[in-house]
């Protein structure tokens, strides 16, 4: 029976986290991963659209782009995207999960719907900063939501296959771009803009999914407002069988302080003192994935035109390949972050996606390579880059305190999205423009480096967070020691060097 008490002046006691990580799978996870998970989806469409119908908007029928504007294009989504993360991240942690992933994915469909309807260049670029801000929000809010509601027996592969099913949306995008594109039937003018309507249509079917989602309880008990906590518990556990149904929680109860108030201040001290190793390791695997994808993958239909002559209207066919190897990694190694663990995984994800892509960037600069050879080359990369990818996400979603959770992977999706992102469309845009196999096969192998060094720091500075609760983890900030003020907060030491 849960333990609560919830008066202003007195802690909060309950046992509600180690209720969540004892439900069996059933019918409410389906629905938390289908309501939720679709922001990554979208995520995957509206990039893969930007890329497979970029050689139509070159074409002076459509809008008459230059190579360098289409780069642009992408870069600002990318900026939308950390703006986004920023301020729709700190407000989900003020005002709660199931809030903010409601406004941010009307914000989405204003600008999927103005992406659609764009007449130049100018126009393009706000509807896609627009589209790039409620994605960047939705990351900080759905990621919270998913690791706070999912047991953490299952937490690595679920937030894994979630986070994977970008390129489920890249492979709708990549397949309709093969029909919407192909003159002979839809007109030039009218194809890319159905493309991008495509999106809109499916965020307004996901608002009715997302009424069903609650808001997730560890939020509820930090905010001091027990009584809905468990009344929303209670909810879950009936849907599972109810609670007599269900074996006893597991885990210690979590006791918070009502009314705490985490600032600013005490964000940084816990992000560059208490967790200072943490900090960093968030913001290399992100900003080095970052570069991976949005340098070396989002750019490769163009390489398709320009290295290999596959015309516009097939290079869906090629990325389509390409975006199923990339969904099949997460799904297919997911299990694995939670038996081998995550330090082991992640390092080795990130080496071998590195090792694979620099052996294909030799390859290219010798010409020993066909558009079916270097796509299947870049299949096997991406099968393990896109696991290492999703378990940064997860990383940073799950090694920080949960009063500032979506803050923490808004940061590290902005700071690494900036460090590593913004510049790599236009840095492979440019390489592209050069004409010059050499440099863009360096451009690759720098990539590799990239990937290789964040191995490395994986390997040294990585928390084994397989099978442990949220709370074990990291302790709430608003949590209390026996001495009556907020706990120390000490990181799991499993495997981890002095400060991390």
């Not at 969540?20 to 995957?44: E, K, M, N, Q, Y």
């Not at 074996?247 to 009314?259: L, S």
């Not at 694995?336 to 960037?361: E, Q």
């Amino acid at each position: 029976m849960s333990v609560l008490r919830s008066s202003p002046s007195r802690p909060i006691v309950s046992d509600i986290p180690a209720r969540l990580d004892r439900l069996p799978w059933g019918s409410f996870h389906w629905l938390l991963v289908t309501a939720l998970g679709i922001t990554w989806v979208l995520d995957g469409l509206e990039v893969t659209v930007v890329g497979a119908v970029g050689n139509v908007l070159l074409d002076p029928a459509t809008l008459g782009f230059r190579e360098t504007q289409l780069a642009l294009s992408q870069t600002g989504y990318l900026v939308g995207a950390v703006t986004g993360a920023l301020l729709f991240g700190h407000l989900t942690d003020r005002l709660g999960r199931k809030r903010l992933f409601t406004v941010t994915l009307l914000v989405y469909l204003a600008g999927a719907a103005a992406t659609a309807l764009a007449w130049d260049f100018p126009s393009f670029l706000v509807a896609r900063v627009v589209t790039g801000l409620a994605i960047g929000g939705e990351y900080a809010a759905i990621n919270s939501a998913i690791d706070e509601l999912i047991p953490a027996r299952v937490r690595g592969r679920v937030d894994l296959a979630v986070n994977g099913t970008f390129w489920l949306g890249a492979m709708a995008g990549a397949g309709l771009s093969v029909v919407l594109l192909d003159p002979n039937l839809v007109p030039v003018r009218l194809g890319w803009r159905l493309a991008f309507g495509l999106g809109a249509a499916v965020g307004l079917g996901m608002i009715v999914a997302r009424r069903y989602v609650p808001e997730s309880p560890r939020w509820l008990l930090t905010h001091g407002r027990a009584d809905e906590a468990e009344t929303v518990m209670k909810g879950i556990e009936e849907g599972a069988g109810g609670a007599a149904a269900l074996p006893p929680p597991g885990g210690e109860r979590m006791t918070v302080r009502p009314g705490v108030t985490i600032g600013f201040g005490d964000i940084a001290r816990t992000l560059l003192v208490r967790y200072r190793a943490r900090a960093a390791l968030g913001l290399v695997l992100i900003a080095s994935q970052a570069f991976f994808y949005n340098g070396m993958s989002f750019t490769y239909p163009l390489v398709l035109k320009q290295y290999f002559g596959i015309p516009a209207d097939r290079v869906g066919v090629y990325f389509l390949a390409m975006a199923a190897a990339n969904l099949i990694g997460p799904i297919a190694l997911g299990h694995f972050f939670d038996t081998v663990g995550r330090r082991r995984m992640i390092a080795g994800t990130y080496a071998l996606s590195g090792v694979v892509v620099a052996a294909g960037a030799l390859l290219f600069v010798r010409g020993e390579l066909t558009a079916t050879t270097q796509t299947l080359l870049w299949a096997a990369t991406f099968f393990f880059a896109s696991a290492a990818a999703s378990a940064g996400y997860l990383t940073v979603s799950e090694i920080f305190p949960l009063e500032m959770r979506a803050l923490a992977i808004a940061l590290f999706y902005a700071l690494g999205t900036a460090i590593g992102g913004a510049g790599a469309p236009a840095l492979f845009g440019y390489l592209l423009e050069t004409g010059r196999r050499d440099l863009l096969a360096d451009g690759y192998l720098f990539g590799a480096a990239v990937m290789i060094a964040a191995a490395a720091t994986e390997w040294f500075f990585g928390v084994d967070a397989e099978g442990q609760s949220l709370e074990a983890i990291t302790t709430p900030l608003s949590a209390e020691d026996p001495a009556g003020g907020p706990a120390a907060a000490e990181p799991s030491r499993r495997h981890q060097p002095a400060g991390a």
